[in-house]
């Protein structure tokens, strides 16, 4: 499974767009990307998942370049219950191998 | 339509104790996957079923750890004997079908202490 690197820790204010970039040199053909959210004492929860150019749903946007090698995940207009971390997944089956996440703290 | 459903939510226990953790997926997934979830480790897979058939437990720490799935709807995660480096959450986790392009729908975890 590629490996991913993404920041440990953002910070953002409430009403500003939140770009979290994820960087996955080793992704493979078949490789999908995924966004997952975690609040304290919760699962994960999916946000978005794409495998090429750029996908839109109703809570965020994912941007992938041609190359695939990174994505950007894009929150638009965060608020507070926004303070979550972010896990970055590529894979194409099977169980996901989770990173650290970057944990995004919105303030007021 | 009920999520994942795990229990209990807490277990305090001590060691040496034989743990079972449950899970029920969302009817009609076909995949269920188990997670450990500790601070220094972060999220880790142990082992993952697709039609309630074991498909890779490479994750899985030791021998002291066991999963069945009996069925579609029901799940087990033992431990036996347990040690306090087990403490952790456990997370259940289950998708439509084996591929990452299918999301996977997590339960709120059981939080376990071996003390």
């Known amino acids: 499974l590629a490996k991913t690197t993404q920041p440990i820790s953002m910070d953002s204010y409430e009403g500003q767009e939140v770009n979290i970039t994820c960087s996955h040199n080793?992704?493979?053909?078949?490789?999908?990307i995924t966004w997952y959210q975690q609040f304290p004492s919760q699962g994960p929860r999916f946000i978005i998942q794409?495998?090429?150019t750029k996908v839109t749903n109703e809570v965020a946007s994912l941007f992938i370049p041609a190359d695939r090698k990174s994505s950007t995940l894009s929150l638009p207009r965060v608020s507070l219950s926004d303070t979550a971390v972010y896990y970055c997944?590529?894979?194409?089956?099977?169980?996901?191998?989770f990173g650290k996440g970057t944990h995004l703290i919105i303030q007021p | 339509d009920a999520g994942v459903i795990q229990s209990p939510r807490h277990e305090v226990t001590e060691m040496g104790q034989e743990v079972t953790l449950r899970c029920k997926p969302i009817s009609g997934h076909n995949s269920l996957f188990w997670y450990r979830q500790t601070m220094m480790r972060g999220l880790e897979l142990l082992i993952y079923?697709?039609?309630?058939?074991?498909?890779?437990d490479s994750g899985m720490p030791e021998d002291r750890f066991s999963a069945k799935m009996p069925n579609a709807s029901f799940s087990t995660l033992k431990i036996q004997p347990s040690e306090p480096r087990d403490s952790a959450v456990y997370f259940c986790a289950s998708s439509s079908y084996r591929a990452a392009n299918q999301p996977q729908h997590f339960g709120d975890g059981t939080r376990l202490s071996i003390l």
């Open positions: 794409g495998y090429k």
């Open positions: 079923f697709n039609n309630n058939v074991p498909i890779d």
């Open positions: 997944l590529v894979g194409d089956y099977g169980g996901l191998t």
């Open positions: 080793n992704i493979a053909t078949n490789d999908y």
